[in-house]
């Protein structure tokens, strides 16, 4: 059982650049999620889903997107890179809104 | 969106010894969940300990118990026992029953664990 998996787990991007960062759960879970996480500011919720075809945006989701066509993939889109993008990515899905999340082992993202 | 306060960045402790994490939280909401994470240095997001608001009850998990105090809206950590392993950035997160209810997390605090 893999559970959530990440890829890449590191990535250097140059500004302006645009990329995917890859989310699969092979545990049939309906509720995704993408959070960042920066130094001093916790983890902040860029994006989830309830279930496929479903997408709302969290704290900070200005810059990404993202889209849920299966249950199994969540990715997470950067448009045009900044600066401001560097972070640990993670992702973490969880059966229905009363389970525990299970995250990821995150993707550091660099973008100069 | 709910806040989560960790005001203690950096804690050590004594391998052996017991150590206590403080988290407080703002809402308005009378049904949610408290969680404790743990990150090693893998980075990897474990979960360590969950309380559901409507239980009295404190939660316990081995060495690893919590004070939850509704009113005063605080949910701290205690580890008993520390280990060197314990040594890890911990977070609280909160996650409302209603809405969309995602998890807010705190800025986390970082345990040294001393040998």
């Known amino acids: 059982n893999a559970g959530v998996t990440q890829t890449p787990k590191f990535q250097v991007l140059k500004t302006g650049q645009s990329m995917t960062l890859q989310c699969a759960q092979d545990m049939n879970h309906e509720y995704m999620s993408w959070y960042r996480q920066d130094p001093g500011m916790g983890l902040r919720l860029i994006h989830y889903s309830v279930g496929a075809g479903i997408t709302d945006q969290g704290e900070v989701p200005n810059g990404y997107n993202v889209s849920r066509s299966t249950t199994e993939d969540f990715p997470l889109r950067l448009l045009s890179a900044a600066p401001s993008q560097t972070s640990v990515y993670f992702c973490?899905?969880?059966?229905?809104?009363?389970?525990?999340?299970?995250f990821g082992q995150g993707t550091r993202l660099t973008v100069v | 969106a709910q806040t989560v306060t960790q005001s203690q960045p950096e804690m050590s402790v004594q391998e052996a010894e017991t150590v206590t994490l403080s988290c407080t939280y703002d809402?308005?909401?009378?049904?949610?969940?408290l969680f404790w994470y743990k990150q090693p240095p893998s980075r990897q997001m474990i979960l360590v300990i969950r309380?559901?608001?409507?239980?009295?009850q404190n939660a316990t998990e081995n060495r690893f118990s919590v004070n939850f105090q509704k009113a005063a809206k605080s949910f701290s950590l205690k580890i008993s026992d520390s280990q060197l392993g314990d040594a890890a950035m911990y977070f609280c997160?909160?996650?409302?029953?209603?809405?969309?209810?995602?998890?807010?997390f705190g800025t986390g605090t970082r345990l040294t664990v001393i040998p």
């Open positions: 309380q559901e608001a409507y239980k009295q």
């Open positions: 973490a899905s969880r059966e229905d809104r009363n389970t525990e999340a299970f």
């Open positions: 809402t308005s909401e009378s049904d949610y969940y």
């Open positions: 997160a909160y996650r409302s029953e209603t809405g969309a209810n995602n998890l807010f």
